[in-house]
DNA sequence: TATAATTAATTTGAATTCGAGATAAATTTT
DNA sequence: AAAATTTATCTCGAATTCAAATTAATTATA
């Protein structure tokens, strides 16, 4: 390592193959099911969190507000989720997990979730730990920038 | 803690979001630039890795051929690289980086990693290690798949 | 109150990326 | 040598995303 500043290059370089990786191959799971990985990350978040304002999903999953207007529509032209109208003030709206998209979703989730296990294999249970604690700190750290 | 799964799920939400937060930091800095982030890693690619087949480029920063072209297209347009006929397979193309585009990159690289440095401040030199060794693994099992 | 400022959602248009197919060149097989 | 296959690049259309502009509703302020 010739300096510290390469060293944190290192650092990213490892991180974003790392991730591209592990993305891709979920990703492409995702894919098998008729979503991509927009709608699935809107999806389970509802599913997961409950019924959320359009603009907070958002700020929740990183998508610029056209975005999410054009992802919404998707996945309610596929039955996945419905729009409600929030009474109390008339520019909000709510997007709501239907009856199906939560059959749809508590199908392929542990699925998902296995994959990605599996993915990770090649770390320890204490070697996740670790990495979780540092990737953690990295991530909040610049979270706040 | 409820399962090994959960964990592992755990594993790659972190590595999302710090992959994320941090990636957008660079972007940021890249587009200031005149660039966007597909047109940099090329240059850069170029610039250390000297001339290239346009079809090597595609697999070096996951790529498919169609956006190799368009990618290339631009890049020649601002003048900052040429393609170069392959003299004994007339299949091939070379993209070389021109003077113009050895000088850009040079000028903005070690900014771009100083800045790097600085979003990775949170972690000692120790712990960069370590998470280098830790994601490595990661990444390299999962690039196999 | 009325005016201004802010916030939420949508619409529009441009940029980027992929995938499928087309074309051209080289290599291998028959 | 001719045919078939492989490889490299490009073209085109579709999908996805963002940014900017628009519309509508709410809140703050003079």
Do not use: W
Request: net charge neutral; charged share 30%; hydrophobic share 35%.
């Amino acid at each position: 390592m010739t300096n510290e500043s390469s060293q944190s290059l290192k650092l990213f370089i490892v991180l974003s193959r790392a991730y591209k990786a592990i993305n891709e191959q979920v990703n492409k799971f995702i894919q098998t099911k008729g979503l991509n990985p927009t709608e699935f990350a809107v999806l389970e978040l509802l599913y997961h969190k409950g019924d959320q304002p359009l603009q907070q999903i958002g700020g929740k999953i990183l998508l610029a507000s056209g975005s999410i207007t054009y992802v919404v529509d998707k996945l309610e032209e596929k039955g996945l989720l419905k729009r409600n109208a929030c009474p109390k003030d008339r520019r909000v709206t709510y997007a709501q997990i239907t009856e199906e998209g939560k059959t749809f979703i508590g199908e392929i989730f542990p699925e998902h979730e296995e994959r990605i296990h599996d993915l990770m294999s090649s770390l320890s249970h204490d070697e996740k730990e670790t990495a979780i604690e540092l990737i953690k700190k990295l991530g909040l750290s610049v979270g706040k920038y």
